[in-house]
């Protein structure tokens, strides 16, 4: 195995020290910040939160052959143990040292929705071009950007990161660690509006990732972004190449022929460097207009197109984000998106259920949080959506009252105040041949109806 981080580079990176040098190599081959899922040779940082402490599980992690162990209490004087200043700042510190040894291309992906959906378009993509590094699962934040910087071999060909925010000021530090060569905007919506305040403002500081841009860098946005103006005046501002993605001749990344099927989409696209026919095998337009961007994002990066478009062939949609599954034996179908909910994504899940639906068309609905003043109106407004694509609809919690109380009655399945109580009702009221999708926000805890839907099938697969 390669390895990642030797003696010297750690120190240099953290400004820390071993207690003595010579006698044991240090060769770590992996970065852990958490010893259930550490690995022999992970370096393991022992990170201090609001409610756990890394370093209460260093005795663990050297006595599980962590190559090192990076903190900054007092825990034993183990030759392995790097002392520094602070945890999180070290991994930071080795964050921009393994990006300033990097030499493949740099890709950041930020966005209200859609990040996880094409950083993973990304690496399937890119991954058929050449060794791809990228974040694993929502790595977006304060700890996750610098841990998938830190496990960034040098000799990778890509590296995808994704960028994540909830309230301002949160984009820059992490681009300004990532630098970019490609940055990727999928989607300006209302996510976390009740802490943002405004549209505007998250357009602004998704904008941020831009300002991370060497110039001759490329930033690739949908042409529909809310907030155009940003992307273009920061691309502007770094001198960096403004992308746009659509269906207009205008647009430098041009897609046109979308056929939508309920297992994925194939659409025609023209690109800069690049024209042929792709295929995303995820349902719904929301996913081909992700894979459309991802693309876009590989031709930026240099990447050789055809292997591209071959790789991207092999994403799937995760669990919790559209995934299908027959449950109830075989009778049901269920779309699993049950893993986050705003309301870009909630339309988004509405229409794909309206897509994939061969019988009843059946929508469980929880809370969508974090919209603060905004809840109300934002809940209210999804009903032109439901009443498109759903015969019946499951509510729960005190947000998605507001919209279960102006459905038709025709319309109305059961609201109680949370998802436990729902189940139940829900799995009730099924029959052979319904296609029920289940969404909400992560505090919502919808994952309990799909757990209940699932309940009796010992071996659940893709449909
Ligand atoms: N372009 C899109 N427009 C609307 N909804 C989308 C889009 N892309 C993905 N979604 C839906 O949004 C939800 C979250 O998707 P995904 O995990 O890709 O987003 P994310 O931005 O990484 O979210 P998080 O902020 O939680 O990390 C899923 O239900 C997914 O199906
Ligand atoms: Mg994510």
Redesign the pocket.
């Known amino acids: 195995m390669t390895v990642l981080w030797s003696r010297a580079d750690l120190e240099a990176a953290t400004s820390g020290r071993f207690p003595s040098s010579g006698d044991v190599v240090i060769a770590g081959t992996g970065v852990s910040i958490d010893t259930r899922t550490l690995q022999p040779g992970d370096v393991f940082i022992a990170l201090k939160g609001e409610n756990s402490n890394g370093h209460a599980h260093v005795a663990t992690a050297l006595a599980a052959d962590a190559a090192a162990v990076v903190a900054h209490e007092p825990c034993g004087d183990d030759p392995r143990i790097l002392m520094v200043g602070d945890t999180l700042a070290a991994m930071q510190g080795m964050a921009r040292f393994a990006r300033a040894r990097f030499t493949g291309r740099m890709l950041a992906v930020t966005?209200?929705?859609?990040?996880?959906?094409?950083?993973d378009m990304l690496k399937a993509a890119l991954n058929a071009c050449g060794p791809t590094h990228g974040a694993v699962a929502?790595y977006?934040n304060h700890w996750g950007v610098p841990l998938t910087l830190a496990r960034l071999p040098a000799t990778a060909a890509y590296c995808v990161c994704?960028i994540?925010m909830n309230h301002a000021g949160e984009i820059a530090p992490l681009a300004a660690m990532v630098r970019p060569d490609v940055a990727v905007v999928?989607?300006v919506?209302a996510?976390h509006l009740g802490l943002m305040g405004s549209i505007d403002a998250i357009a602004h500081e998704k904008a941020e990732l831009l300002l991370a841009l060497p110039a001759g860098g490329t930033a690739v946005i949908p042409a529909g972004i809310t907030g155009h103006d940003h992307f273009e005046r920061n691309a502007g501002q770094k001198g960096a190449t403004l992308w746009r993605v659509g269906t207009t001749p205008d647009c430098a990344a041009r897609a046109h022929d979308v056929a939508q099927d309920a297992h994925g989409s194939t659409f025609s696209l023209t690109l800069p460097d690049w024209q042929g026919v792709a295929r995303v095998n995820a349902p719904?337009r929301?996913?081909a207009?992700?894979a459309m961007l991802a693309l876009a994002a590989a031709d930026a990066a240099g990447a050789d197109m055809n292997l591209a478009v071959a790789g991207l062939a092999t994403f799937r949609?995760?669990a919790?984000?559209?995934a299908i599954a027959k449950v109830m034996h075989d009778n049901v179908a269920l779309l699993d998106?049950s893993?986050?909910?705003?309301p870009?994504?909630v339309?988004?899940?509405l229409d794909l259920l309206g897509l994939v639906a061969t019988g009843r068309r059946i929508a469980v609905l929880g809370d969508m949080l974090e919209l603060g003043a905004f809840a109300r109106h934002e809940h209210a407004s999804l009903l032109p959506a439901v009443r498109a694509n759903a015969d019946a609809v499951f509510c729960c919690g005190p947000n998605m009252k507001i919209l279960f109380d102006s459905l038709p009655p025709a319309l109305r399945g059961a609201w109680t105040p949370d998802s436990t109580t729902l189940a139940p009702l829900v799995r009730a009221a099924l029959r052979a041949g319904d296609t029920v999708m289940v969404?909400g926000s992560l505090g919502s805890r919808m994952r309990h109806v799909v757990a209940a839907l699932r309940e009796d099938d010992a071996r659940v697969g893709p449909a």
């Open positions: 966005g209200s929705v859609g990040k996880t959906s094409v950083k929502s977006n994704e994540g999928t989607t919506a996510s719904g929301h996913m207009d992700n949609p995760g919790g984000r559209g998106e893993y986050n909910a705003s870009a994504s339309r988004a899940a969404k």
